[in-house]
Nanobody
Framework: VRLVESGGGLVQAGGSLRLSCAAS????????MGWFRQAPGKQRELVAV???????DYADSVKGRFTISRDNAGNTVYLQMNSLKPEDTAVYYC??????????????WGQGTQVTVSS
């Protein structure tokens, strides 16, 4: 399974960016896809997640500013980031949770994309 992220970059505070993550390979059943981020010196944290049933959840720090969505095929996930703040600066990682059957699951990560918000 391969995850390819795109859309990161440098933006001024208050601006917007849209991240994309395309999953390919031996994908049988996706339980959920999500975005995490890791700032320097901090632990990786969940930003947003979307399930196969299109339920979504967000970190409190991004609620009302970020929107997670996916395409009709379900293999590409997007993160629309509006009203960006300097504290949103981090490496953003895409994550996919695949159903392995019999109650098992597999987690895959993308390579990460840098988002930098200047003040």
């Amino acid at each position: 399974v391969r995850l390819v992220e795109s859309g990161g970059g440098l933006v001024q505070a208050g601006g917007s960016l849209r991240l994309s993550c395309a999953a390919s390979g031996s994908i049988f059943s996706i339980n959920a896809m999500g975005w995490f981020r890791q700032a320097p010196g901090k632990q990786r944290e969940l930003v947003a997640v979307i399930t196969s049933g299109d339920s979504t959840d967000y970190a409190d720090s991004v609620k009302g500013r970020f929107t997670i969505s996916r395409d009709n095929a379900g293999n590409t996930v997007y993160l629309q980031m509006n009203s960006l703040k300097p504290e949103d600066t981090a490496v953003y990682y895409c994550n996919v949770n695949l159903d392995g059957g019999s109650g098992t699951f597999y987690i895959y990560w993308g390579q990460g994309t840098q988002v930098t918000v200047s003040s």
